[in-house]
């Protein structure tokens, strides 16, 4: 998992990069939708559910504003409940969000579905790390939707490419169980690895 005073600083890096850009720039940036806080003024965090236990996911809406937004508005809508984690690697990640994966006898499709829109690529300096949760994609960088991944180990080739946008806050140890779960050629779970989500 990153360390807090390392996000802190990319975060304070962030902020001078924008002052410096001017007028211009940061009109634009004023332009892109950000993540809500919770009713309580603290930031928002979602909590995905598994048979395994729970992982609870915080997020970077300074970096990576437009997936931040993506991904609690499906969540709150329900969109991920019924869907598993339908890729696992070991030393590697475990991926989620394929609305496709609901339907048990259609296994061929997993991996290719998504919410009917696609999101520009937000790549940031935050490096993939244990913990850290960054959007799934295709070969074009602007194709990410609703598919996620969690990194259970380091994955510095996927740096700058892949849209980081959370992290894994409390949990790792079920993403852990699950990343070592019996898996066929395709890299598909043997069993189902339903998950829920709520935003809190």
Same mark, same amino acid.
């Given at each position: ?79 991920? /409940? ?7 690697? $070991? ?7 394929? $609305?496709?994966?609901? /339907? !048990? ?14 999101? !520009? ?18 070969? =074009? $960088?602007?194709?990410?939707?609703? +598919?996620?991944?969690?990194?259970? /180990?380091?994955? $510095?080739?996927? =740096? ?15 993403? =852990?169980?699950?990343? +070592?779960?019996?898996? =066929?050629?395709? /890299? ?13």
């Amino acid at each position: 998992m990153i360390e807090r005073h390392s996000v802190k600083n990319i975060l304070v890096a962030w902020g001078i990069a924008t002052l410096l850009m001017g007028v211009i720039g940061a009109g634009a940036w004023a332009e892109t939708p950000q993540a809500p806080l919770a009713e309580d003024g603290k930031a928002t965090r979602a909590i995905i559910k598994t048979k395994f236990g729970e992982m609870e996911l915080v997020f970077f809406p300074e970096l990576a504003p437009r997936h931040v937004e993506s991904f609690l508005n499906l969540a709150r809508k329900g969109f991920y /409940d019924g869907t598993i984690f339908h890729r696992v690697i $070991p030393g590697f990640m475990i991926q989620g969000g394929d $609305p496709n994966t609901k /339907d !048990p006898s259609n296994r061929q499709s997993y991996g290719n579905g998504g919410p009917g829109y696609t999101l !520009p690529a937000e790549f940031n300096r935050i490096p993939h790390e244990r913990g850290i949760v960054s959007a799934a994609r295709a070969t =074009d $960088p602007n194709s990410a939707g609703s +598919q996620f991944f969690i990194v259970v /180990d380091k994955a $510095p080739h996927l =740096d700058g490419k892949y849209t980081v946008f959370g992290e894994v806050a409390r949990g790792m140890d079920v993403a =852990d169980k699950i990343v +070592q779960q019996p898996r =066929d050629r395709r /890299d598909n779970p043997l069993e189902r690895i339903e998950i829920t989500v709520e935003v809190k």
